[in-house]
């Protein structure tokens, strides 16, 4: 075959293959439905999630390591991110928040979940998983994989370390209240739409 006929058939294969990748990257997830700011009953979904949060996490639980466990649903999750984050972000302007994001949503199954964001029309969603604590220890998230659109693209971090630096290496899943006492999250499991997140309170550090 004379070279210049080789050369063309390079460029339509290297053509038809970045329309392929550009067709995929455009392509949202099957799940990829955000929940609006003003969908009638997110904004009290969403509060009531806060308030649930914060009860199960402060409640007084006895002497020592106290463990239990809390079933959060990715529908009230999503009410959150798209009723009450944003008022989040016009209260504190010191929040961080990606240029080109316009609306964020997280979906579960049995792998784990996914945290997506629409980025200037490109759907840029990163799954996360928990790896389990050892006695004692909180669990750790890590980035498990992102894509866009349909695209898998070999890197992790993605969009959640958009959001929270730290989510670049893995994170432990502890906070410190108030009081002293120190909340944890030492596994998770997942199922489709929820997930179940072992949790353990310990007393004030000494």
Known sequence: MPMHRKLFLAMLVAVALAAGLAALAR???AWWQPTARDAPGALDVARA???G??????RVRGPGAQSWSVRVRAA????????RLPQWLEHDRSLPWPEGVQAVQAAADADGFMLAADWNGFVVATRWAIDPGAPGQPATLRAAGTSVGSLPV????GVGAWFVPEL???LPLESRLGDGRRVRIVDAE????EAILDCETAATAP
């Open 53 to 58: 949060i914060a009860s199960e996490t402060t």
């Open 190 to 193: 997942f199922a489709d739409g």
């Open 76 to 83: 009230d999750v999503n009410a959150w991110l798209g009723a």
């Open 168 to 170: 670049g290496q893995p």
């Open 49 to 51: 999630l806060e308030q």
């Open 27 to 29: 392509r949202a997830p």
């Open 154 to 157: 070999p890197f992790a971090a």
